[in-house]
């Protein structure tokens, strides 16, 4: 497995890959991989003849008050991980590299991005769409592969990916969880073994729900009230959101009739964590 840190050195094994008639499959991270990312890689291999998988702690993404220095970087681990999955190439940038001095130009995916997490983390969507944009271009992948947990970033990126012509497909893979339904996250190394347990009220939501609309419920404020009561129900969680919206457009629906995304977000001590469903047409 080859580590790359340099940028033009990324483009050049990229442009050789495709003069060989390579397909590449790319999946972008911030590192503290887990098997939910491992996931991903293991979609992008299937598809492609070449993976690459990027390592780089944005930035951009982070507020001011977030954890930006705290998030963990493990690089020589997830290398590791890496290269026993097959991984052909880590690209592991440094912020200098990625944003050198006097750089201004940022990617703003307007009337999405303020939206779920966009609305109580301003500036979190346009730092995404920015490093992705700066990374299908580096890259030059044939498919990008996506969690579904980040369920409102997938559609920052379709519709980037939709409105600026890019030349790739995104692949979004479903949501990996542990054996307790909590879906994995590279923070959930920050909750205490108490939290842990009381996070597990995000999937009791979400279930909810989703029996409900099994059973024939259709109302999206009818569905809503009884996962709010679930949520309020456990004083540890403070929570962000819980909304029911187009899964293309983040705008709330008032029934089930034509699919929805079932989103959540929550703090438990100084953790945040997100979660979600898809639920079919009806």
Known sequence: MRIIRDIREMQTASRSARLQGLTIGFVPTMGALHEGHLSLVRRARDLANLVVVSIFVNPLQFGPTEDFNKYPRTLEAD???????????????????MYPPRATTVVQVEGLSEKLDGRSRPGHFRGVSTVV??????????????????????????????????????????????ADGLALSSRN???????????????????????????????????????LAI?????????????????????????????????VAATFGATRLIDNILLPAL
């Open 189 to 227: 190394v920050f909750l205490t073994a108490a939290q842990r347990r009381q996070a597990l009220v995000l999937r009791r939501a979400l279930l909810q729900v989703e029996s409900l609309a099994n059973a024939g419920q259709r109302s999206a404020p009818d569905l809503a009230s009884a996962a």
């Open 133 to 178: 944009a700066k990374l299908f271009h580096i890259v030059q992948p044939d498919y990008a592969v996506f969690g579904q947990k980040d369920a409102a970033q997938v559609a920052v990126l379709r519709r980037m990916v939709h409105d600026l012509n890019m030349d790739l497909q995104l692949i979004v893979s479903p949501i990996v969880r542990e």
């Open 231 to 263: 949520l309020a129900a456990e004083p540890a969680a403070t929570l962000d959101y819980f909304e029911i919206v187009d899964p293309d457009t983040l705008d709330p629906v008032a029934d089930l009739a034509r699919g929805a995304l079932v989103a």
């Open 79 to 97: 290398s590791a991980r890496l290269d026993a999955e097959g991984v052909e190439i880590v690209f592991a940038p440094t912020p200098a590299q």
